[in-house]
């Protein structure tokens, strides 16, 4: 039987094990990794650096000694190219981990992605041998990176259908979606955060995956459910403390994959707050957000006691001064503000 | 207008010592059974029931069948949207292929695909781009896998003279030599781009030369001649077998069809009849036919059989194609993911 059929379906409950091993999140992807590498030698991974000495924010240090450079290899910057060598070995046989310093560079590979790996099934009626491919991109916001290297592009891949999209928070998660993404005979777009970096949790050891398509509730509330993304998720929760002093209790939802959406575990935390925000890390328009709000529309609206709010990125490219990137960037201060909107207060 | 027409006759070597006659017969039955599938694709299109553009490689069928004799089943095929011939070539289900170009549930994808996006995963044809130069990093890719399980399998693909112009083919290219890949990277230059001539699209005519840059092995040859193609290949092949990496191979020759369709396209003015007239005299199968003959590796009467017996293999194909039901529009979002 396959190893990745065999794997735990369970989900822990991530909110009550805070007890076991903590992990840094660096240390709990690469540990993920590592495990799927040994379980099943199909497994390679490529990429530009990949066995440079920063070792891909320190994911893939050490992982070229170990299982060779067959398996863990430098790539040229021919993001296009390699993409597309990717998927011919995906279709070949092999599970190929592509990984990128900078969801930037998945630009150059659009075609690769929509028009061949996301395609590849559907398109040839199911008949293919599917394109196990893992596509893991991490989003570069730093200090004045400015408009080309801290892009968050998962609006644009959340339209296409065929892919798998997942938006890890916690190095728990982090492991456990990397393990499934790895199994699945699907292509899947991993968007880290490098902010998120700064996380460490709890992640038990071996082998778990989590299955794609649901949510967590990161924290309970009857007044408003804010869904929140990625490295807002952090903002959203730091953001408590000021909407508690406000008298405002929020749920906080971490959809944890977009493709598949959770959209039952939402739905059920509109139904019983009234209230949405929606804090995605990327540009407000046509991008997660306006889905998630759409969603909410199209089957909750008259559960809805007042307009829905998004929190995202300006519609502008990033900007490089430090001035600039805070009125750019999306953060805790956004979220106190959209949850006094949803609350008539403003 | 510029004419396009070939210097040199079609012209094969008489000393065929290297060649089993049994491979040459073999060569022929591949390039006739192409032919006629094509011709039979090409005689009932009009009739509005293949509802999908066909590009058809009448003109070509020497390189397909030249290239794909020298691989094994389990060696990999990528193709393009002219890929109707390589196919039938690598070993596909000619049934599932007719049926597919009905839009048929029998069809090879399920009536998801079309013309342009064949696959036989059993005969290792593993899929079709219909993006120009989309399938190149692709059959790089299936040859890593074979590199990195050190299985020995060979990936072709194959593709025409404008995937030289897109970007990815040097990306390809240069990997495949980096890691030195068992792949072969086949262009089929027949000239034209849609309506586009190559010398309006490329700054230097000489493709095969294109990536000398890479020092990767690159070969010109006459791709209407079956003995030149099928040589060629084998050493190709041969060669990445033993682990020594790709070659490049510019197989010059011409699609006696328009783009897609069943127009020869010398009335809508973009090439002449002439050059269309001078090309078809160049038929890769007609002309190998003659050279069997004269050189009595085959007799009229084993043509006829052949013939007969090809004929009845399409005719059961047709007939199992337009029996077929179509697929059912419940399942019209099924195998979105494997």
């Known amino acids: 039987m396959d190893w990745s059929k065999t794997l735990v379906k369970e989900e822990i409950n991530f909110e009550g094990n805070q007890e076991g091993r903590k992990l840094s999140y660096a240390a709990a992807i690469k540990e993920g990794l590592e495990l799927a590498m040994t379980n099943d030698e199909r497994v390679f991974v490529m990429g530009q650096g990949v066995d440079d000495p920063v070792g891909m924010f320190g994911v893939t240090n050490g992982l070229q000694e170990k299982y060779g450079e067959d398996r863990v290899f430098d790539t040229p910057l021919s993001e296009n190219g390699l993409t597309g060598v990717a998927v011919g070995a995906a279709l070949a046989g092999m599970r190929p981990f592509y990984m990128h310093n900078r969801p930037d560079f998945l630009l150059l590979t659009m075609d690769q992605i929509v028009n061949h790996a996301a395609k590849w099934n559907y398109m040839f009626g199911g008949c293919s041998t599917g394109v196990p491919l893992v596509i893991w991109a991490c989003v570069g916001r730093g200090w004045g990176g400015a408009a080309q290297h801290t892009q968050t592009l998962q609006g644009l891949f959340m339209h296409i259908p065929g892919l798998r999209l997942v938006m890890p928070t916690t190095p728990y998660d982090a492991k456990g979606l990397l393990i499934t993404a790895i199994a ?36 309970q509330g009857k007044d408003i459910t804010i869904v929140a993304i990625s490295h807002m998720v952090v903002e959203t929760m730091a953001a408590v403390p000021e909407l508690e002093k406000q008298g405002i209790d929020v749920e906080i939802i971490d959809p944890r994959t977009l493709k598949p959406l959770d959209e039952a575990l939402i739905l059920e935390s509109v139904k019983k707050t009234g ?45 490089s001064s430090s001035v600039l990137e805070t009125k750019f960037y999306p953060g805790k201060a956004n979220v106190v503000t959209a949850c006094l909107e949803a609350m008539g207060r403003v | 207008m510029k004419l396009n027409i070939p210097a040199s006759p079609l012209v094969y070597d008489t000393e065929l010592k290297d060649i089993p006659r049994k491979t040459l017969r073999d060569l022929y039955r591949v390039m006739l059974r192409i032919q006629k599938v094509e011709l039979k694709v090409d005689e009932l ?22 290239v794909c004799s020298n691989l094994n089943t389990e060696d990999y095929v990528f193709t393009n949207h002219r890929g109707h011939g390589h196919y039938i070539a690598k070993g596909g289900d000619i049934k599932k292929m007719v049926a597919e170009l009905y839009n048929r549930e029998t069809g090879c994808s399920r009536g998801r695909g079309g013309s342009m996006h064949l696959i036989d995963v059993a005969a290792g044809l593993l899929g079709s781009s219909s993006i120009v130069a ?72 000489d493709i095969y030369r294109r990536f000398t840059g890479l020092d990767i092995p690159g070969i010109r040859i006459d791709g209407n001649n079956v003995v030149d193609v099928y040589r060629t290949a084998k050493e190709a092949v041969a060669r990445a077998r033993k682990g020594e990496g790709p070659t490049f191979l510019e197989c010059q020759t011409y699609r006696l069809r328009d ?43 084993n043509i006829k059989e052949l013939s007969g017996a090809i004929d009845a293999e399409i005719k059961v194909a047709f007939q199992f194609a337009q029996a077929s039901p179509l697929p059912k529009e419940g399942e019209v979002a099924n195998y979105l993911f494997k």
Not at chain 1, 281 to 308: N, Q, R
Request: glycine share 10%; hydrophobic share 40%; with cysteine.
């Open chain 1, 184 to 219: 699945e005979q699907n292509p899947v777009i991993i968007m880290e955060h490098r902010w998120l970096f700064k996380q460490s949790g709890h992640v038990p050891e071996g082998l778990y995956s989590i299955p794609f398509g649901r949510g967590v509730v990161r924290r």
């Open chain 1, 275 to 319: 209230r949405l925000v929606v804090a995605d890390t990327g540009w407000k328009t046509g991008g997660v957000g306006a889905e998630i709000a759409a969603l909410v529309a199209e089957k909750a609206l008259k559960f809805l006691k007042s307009p829905v709010q998004r929190i995202g990125s300006l519609d502008i490219p990033t900007p």
């Open chain 2, 45 to 66: 299109y009009h009739e509005d029931e293949m509802k999908t553009p066909v590009h058809l490689c009448l003109g070509q069928e020497a390189i397909a069948a030249g």
């Open chain 2, 134 to 205: 989309g399938n190149i990093p692709i059959a790089t890719g299936a040859a890593l896998a074979s590199a990195i399980r050190k299985d020995k399998r060979v990936a072709v693909t194959f593709f025409g003279d404008a995937a030289v112009e897109e970007g990815v083919i040097y990306e390809s290219v240069n990997f495949a030599m980096l890691k030195k890949l068992p792949v072969i990277f086949v262009c089929e230059n027949n000239l034209y781009s849609v309506f586009s001539g190559l010398s309006k699209r490329q700054a230097h005519g």
């Open chain 2, 259 to 301: 783009h897609h369709g069943t127009a020869s396209g010398a009335d809508v003015g973009y090439r002449s009849q002439e050059e269309v007239d001078a090309w078809a005299s160049r038929c890769p199968v007609k002309n190998f036919e003659r050279f069997l003959l004269k050189q009595k590796l085959i007799t009229p009467n």
